[in-house]
């Protein structure tokens, strides 16, 4: 039977009127509180895309109703760079703002110190991408989880790469401080364990954020290496390509580099970016599973820009909560904690799994070589690993890791 306009109306009216309890309801419901702590002002390059990738996450799971039929509400805070900070801002959560939970962290010396306050307080907390070993292994505890992939399994990643170079002098750089520290430490283990006949000609451990470009190149360049390892990142990464172009350090020289392939140290390098280095990195604009492809979409609709790193790291950390506390059936502590061993999650990079045994994602690596197209950096050839199969034996994460 045809309806009048002003029956439609009418009509549409009450169906409105239908669905206004169950909103109000969603609307009266209290939000489940979570606390974010990072680096944001120390590492806006990678910061600014995650923050975008966690506030993409949390409009999406509220879009859908929410966890448990609560809102998610992320209260964040900036810790400087600083641990001593980060735990402040930590407290300052848990006692003013009464979240439930946190996550967050980027550089490993902050991670560590909310790993630690997690442990003191019973809080859970999720680490989102720093990449210190000892997250997981050393000082791994019950209430902290970590979602990037580890140091070990980048480097596990980039080895069997530069073994096969079969280079026998190598050059070190890396910023001075624990994942530095650790990555070269690593990367010695892995080369000596297959190469018994290697030598590190060079090594030089910068300040963070504060590299003598020009300095560092000049030592590298006199100790004649076969190949580079490098480790360095950010305005540090910037400031050495440059310079290492400028007096010729990389030409007929061999570069294994963790991390350079990401978008956000290779979009400031533009032209000037590396070619031929073994990378780890994102190559968004080639990957084309359906899972990347609805959050690429997703993210550059609502952002109009590329996905970085930080975009997905962000968005499969609030993902992963969102899981977790429906797993667990609500916030509580501990009722979270054993949620997540073992809990699997679908994120733009394919699905991944908390392991139970030391609290590490499944979360896999990219690996390709540089190049410049269009006067920009872009990663080509690449590989995805996935995580499970960049890990240590258990038995080995058992002697590493304390007991419960």
Known sequence: MFQTPSLLRIAAFAAMLAILPQAHARQDAPPIRIGEINSYKAIPAFLDPYKKGWQLALEQVNAQGGVLGRPLQVIWR????????????????????????????????????????????????????????????????????RLRPSTWMHVAALAPKALAL???????????????????ATFKAMMTSFQPDIEFVAEQAV?????????????????????????????????????????????????VSVLTGEPEYLEPLGADSPTGWIVTGYPWYAIDTPAHQAFADAYRQRYNETP???????????????????????????????????????????????????????????????????????????????GSRLQPPDQYVRQLRPAP
């Not at 026998?168 to 890396?174: E, F, G, P, S």
């Open 78 to 145: 900036d810790d400087n760079g600083n641990p001593g900070d980060s735990v402040r801002a930590a407290q300052e959560l848990l006692t003013r703002e009464k979240v439930d939970l946190l996550f967050g962290g980027f550089l490993s010396h902050t991670g560590l110190a909310l790993a630690d306050f997690a442990k003191q307080r019973k809080v859970f907390f999720l680490a989102a991408e720093p990449l210190t070993d000892k997250i997981t292994w050393q000082d791994g505890n019950r209430y902290t989880y």
């Open 166 to 184: 079969r280079k026998k002098r190598w050059a070190l750089v890396y910023p001075n401080y624990e994942y530095g520290q650790s990555a070269v």
């Open 207 to 255: 300040p963070l954020g504060k590299v003598d470009a020009g300095a560092v190149v000049q030592a590298l360049a006199d100790a004649k290496p076969d190949a580079i390892f490098n480790v360095l990142f950010a305005a540090d990464l910037t400031r050495f390509v440059r310079e290492g172009n400028t007096r010729g350090l990389f030409e007929n020289r061999s570069v």
């Open 308 to 386: 970085k790193v930080g975009s997905v790291v962000g968005y499969a950390s609030l993902m992963s909560l969102a899981a977790g506390i429906k797993k667990a059936g609500g916030t509580d502590t501990e009722k979270l904690v054993d949620a997540f061993a073992g809990l699997p999650v679908d994120t733009p990079f394919g699905p991944i799994t908390y392991r139970a045994l030391d609290h590490q994602s499944t979360m896999g690596v990219y690996v390709g070589v540089t190049a410049v197209q269009d006067g920009q950096g872009i990663m080509k050839d690449f590989t995805y690993l996935d």
